[in-house]
C-alpha cells in the first residue's frame, strides 16, 4: 500500500555533487520515518541517513560531513543531497520508510523499500 520512488542518481566525478529525490505515494499511518541507505557489490546495505515526521535526523559517520537529508513540507518527497562525492559512495540508494518514531539507520526496522536508484563515482 506504500509506494517509494527513488530518482536523482547518475555518474559523476570526485567532488561532484548529486541530489537524491524519494517519492512516496499511498498511506502511511503516523508516525514514521523515512530512511536511506545504500549497498555497493559484496558489501552489506547500510544506513546513510534517516529523517522523521518532527525534522529529527541521524546520519552515518562516513557521510555526515558532506550528505544533507531534508523533506519538503507536504512531507510526500524526502531528499538526500550528495557533496563531496567519493568513488566509495558508489552504491545503489535505497529510501525506505518504517513505522515509528525514529529516526533510525537498522535496515531491519524498514518494511517498505524503493527499487533505487545507482549513483557511480569515478575517480
Known amino acids: 500500500q506504500v509506494q517509494l520512488v527513488e530518482s536523482g542518481g547518475g555518474s559523476v566525478q570526485s567532488g561532484g555533487s548529486l541530489r537524491l529525490s524519494c517519492a512516496a505515494s499511498g498511506y502511511m499511518y503516523r508516525p514514521y520515518y523515512i530512511g536511506w541507505f545504500r549497498q555497493a557489490p559484496g558489501k552489506e546495505r547500510e544506513g546513510v541517513a534517516s529523517i522523521n515526521g518532527d525534522g529529527a535526523t541521524n546520519y552515518a559517520d562516513s557521510v555526515k560531513t558532506r550528505f544533507t537529508i531534508s523533506q519538503d513540507n507536504g512531507k510526500k518527497t524526502v531528499y538526500l543531497q550528495l557533496n563531496a562525492l567519493k568513488p566509495d559512495d558508489t552504491a545503489m540508494y535505497y529510501c525506505?520508510?518504517?513505522?515509528?518514531?525514529?529516526?533510525?539507520?537498522?535496515?531491519?526496522?524498514?518494511?517498505?523499500w524503493g527499487q533505487g536508484t545507482q549513483v557511480t563515482v569515478s575517480s
Open positions: 525506505a520508510a518504517s513505522r515509528g518514531i525514529g529516526p533510525s539507520l537498522a535496515k531491519q526496522l524498514y518494511a517498505y
